[in-house]
């Protein structure tokens, strides 16, 4: 690896990470100042009441809406931008992530599945059910975690504010711990993704990874759609997810099989670490996943073999006859 390599690395990952906190930053800025406004408006106080009785299912309060509506509608970051303006307990702070982490950016990330040939109705069915029943099972699993969550490097917000001013300064406050956190996050991430495809070591970890695709029960063909998907996440590995499936010719068995590994599990390094600063126990959430991942994963692969020989059994027999 020579220094002009690593130069050229370094400088378009810290580049590509910028970048990237800049676009996600124009995100969380705003929703965060709005919502820590709109705690102090009749406004939330209403639809937290609205919606309390539903959240209640997952030992959530009504306002833990919020962070839940907009990572689905927006994106992860959104999510977080809304769970860095409320006070929330560990526990729910750590149900809300685990949700999050199976349902998110549904609009671009359905669009993506939707491309290399997965169902509409599996894309859905499949997030939703997994973040309702894994916020269920958490909730009524987990006796602990009771304590308010502590954001990170944010400070403690001991004082009320009393006037409009005081509430804008408390947003801004937020808001601006919450991108600065951001960036410590994303900036070193882009620049080891930079680093995994300047030394196309997406494609040696895809050749290792065929007893993984052997064990889900999808064929190795589908390994770098599982590895991009994995290490870069649903949407940003979208274009390498994509181009396998034209490509390699990758069928809509592997693909649908694929994206119900990678709903349960992608982007395992960004995802995970973007948690870190939300005070929450960061280990059970990725063995959530990967756990989560292989069991549904496998047992569809097994449901789906076993209804094809079904089908070719009652072929075979209407033949014969």
Not at 10 to 37: C, E, M, Q
Not at 167 to 178: D, H, N, R, T
Request: charged share 15%; net charge positive; with cysteine.
């Amino acid at each position: 690896m020579t220094n002009n390599t690593q130069t050229s690395t370094l400088r378009n990952g810290l580049g590509a990470g910028l970048k990237t906190t800049w676009s996600l930053g124009k995100i969380i800025f705003p929703i965060t100042i709005l919502v820590v406004i709109l705690q102090h408006t009749p406004i939330l106080p209403w639809i937290v009441k609205l919606v309390s009785p539903f959240m209640n299912l997952f030992g959530l309060s009504g306002e833990a809406a919020i962070p839940l509506v907009l990572g689905n509608a927006l994106n992860l970051y959104a999510g977080i931008a809304g769970i860095l303006s409320l006070d929330l307990t560990v526990k729910e702070v750590f149900i809300i992530a685990v949700m999050l982490s199976f349902a998110h950016n549904l609009f671009i990330e359905t669009g993506v599945a939707l491309k290399v040939g997965v169902k509409l109705w599996i894309v859905l069915v499949v997030r939703f059910g997994l973040a309702a029943i894994s916020g269920i099972v958490i909730n009524l699993v987990w006796r602990g975690g009771g304590e308010i969550a502590k954001y990170g490097i944010a400070p403690e917000t001991t004082v009320v504010p009393s006037g409009w001013l005081e509430i804008f300064l408390l947003g801004l406050q937020k808001a601006s711990f919450g991108v600065l956190q951001l960036a410590l996050i994303v900036i070193p991430l882009m620049i080891l993704v930079q680093f995994l495809k300047d030394r196309k070591y997406l494609e040696k970890f895809s050749a290792k990874f065929a007893p993984v695709t052997k064990l889900i029960g999808v064929q190795p063909n589908a390994s770098l759609t599982l590895v991009a998907g994995l290490v870069i996440g649903l949407a940003y590995g979208a274009g390498v997810m994509i181009q396998a499936v034209q490509e390699d010719g990758v069928s809509k068995r592997d693909a649908t099989l694929s994206f119900i590994f990678l709903v349960a599990c992608h982007a395992v390094i960004e995802d995970t670490l973007l948690f870190v600063p939300l005070g929450i126990p960061i280990w059970p959430l990725l063995l959530i996943r990967v756990v989560t991942a292989f069991v549904l994963t496998i047992a569809v692969a097994f449901f789906w073999r076993h209804k094809l020989n079904e089908k070719l059994e009652k072929e075979a027999t209407v033949t014969n006859g």
